[in-house]
C-alpha cells in the first residue's frame, strides 16, 4: 500500500501528458481526462521494462459501489491479448481508486494505475488498450480506451 500511495504521490511530478482517449460502447462512464507517461495527446509510445503511469482524473459513476475491481484488456488487431494487472492493483479501492470506496453516485473520483514495471512479452506493435472499473453486482463504473505504440 506504502508503494501505492508512494507512485500516487509522484504522479504529478512525473511528465504526464493528456492522451485522446475514447469511451468504451457499452456507455460506461469516462473521465474527464487521461494522463499517461511517455504520451502525449496524439502519440502514446509504451516501452516493456519500465514504469507505466497513468491517471485517469474525473470519472462520474451513475451509481454507487462499495466494491470496484479494475480490469485491462489489450487489443491488437482487434484481437484481445491477456494482461494480468499486478494482484495488488486488482481491488480498485486499495489500489487505484485515490481515496478508495465507496464510489457515490455522481461524487467525481481519480483512479491511479502506477506499474512500476511494464511486462510486454513482445515489442514494435501498435495495440488498444482499455482499462475499466466493476463496481457491486458487476456494473461499470468507468471505462476508457486509447491507442499506443509498444517500442
Same mark, same amino acid.
Do not use: H, W
Given at each position: ?13 512525473? @511528465? ?37 503511469? @497513468? ?36 481491488? @480498485? ?59
Amino acid at each position: 500500500m506504502f508503494k501505492f500511495l508512494l507512485c500516487v504521490a509522484l504522479v504529478p511530478a512525473i @511528465a504526464l501528458a493528456d492522451v485522446n482517449f475514447r469511451a468504451c460502447p457499452d456507455g460506461a462512464p469516462t473521465p474527464e481526462s487521461l494522463a499517461v507517461n511517455n504520451c502525449t495527446e496524439s502519440s502514446c509510445i509504451l516501452v516493456p521494462g519500465e514504469p507505466l503511469y @497513468a491517471l485517469a482524473s474525473g470519472i462520474v459513476s451513475p451509481v454507487g459501489s462499495e466494491t470496484a475491481t479494475a480490469y485491462v484488456v489489450v487489443r491488437v488487431d482487434e484481437v484481445e491479448v491477456e494482461y494480468q494487472i499486478p494482484r495488488e492493483q486488482v481491488d @480498485a479501492c486499495t489500489g487505484g481508486i485515490i481515496g478508495g470506496c465507496p464510489i457515490v453516485a455522481g461524487t467525481p473520483f481519480n483512479y491511479a494505475v502506477a506499474n512500476d514495471e511494464l511486462i510486454i512479452p513482445a515489442n514494435d506493435f501498435q495495440v488498444e488498450i482499455e482499462f475499466g472499473l466493476i463496481g457491486d453486482g458487476g456494473v461499470k463504473l468507468g471505462c476508457v480506451r486509447f491507442d499506443a505504440y509498444v517500442q
